[in-house]
């Protein structure tokens, strides 16, 4: 009876830790997920605007963002949720950035929950990282 108490126990111990061991921050298509922990606001200019491919998922649109302490990959949302948007993204634009950082490629980025561009604010997730697309469910 001991053996196998010990058996289980170590079993559950083992299957914990491969839980645990896991790569953080990783939605349920294997994107990056949204951390409010690492939650910052930065502001610089739009060096870049580019569509990217996401396998599995629909083409999302990125900003790269020259701030005071480098650049930054500024992940926003879907490309055609953001085109349905307002808000317009341009090389050489100023805007400030709230999100949760992170790293894409070897590389600091950004998971956008909210941009300020040209006294407009334009809001993506909330406060919990819930997009504003997903309809209330966790996607990202």
Known sequence: MKTRTFLSLTFIALL???????????GRWGGMRYDPATEVTVTGKITEVKKVEHRGMMTGLHVMLETEKGTLDVHLGPAPFLEKSKMTFEKGEEMEVTGSKTKYDGSDAIIAREVKKAGQVLTLRDSQGIPKWSRGRRTS
């Open 16 to 26: 914990a830790s491969l839980v645990w061991a896991q790569p953080p921050r990783r």
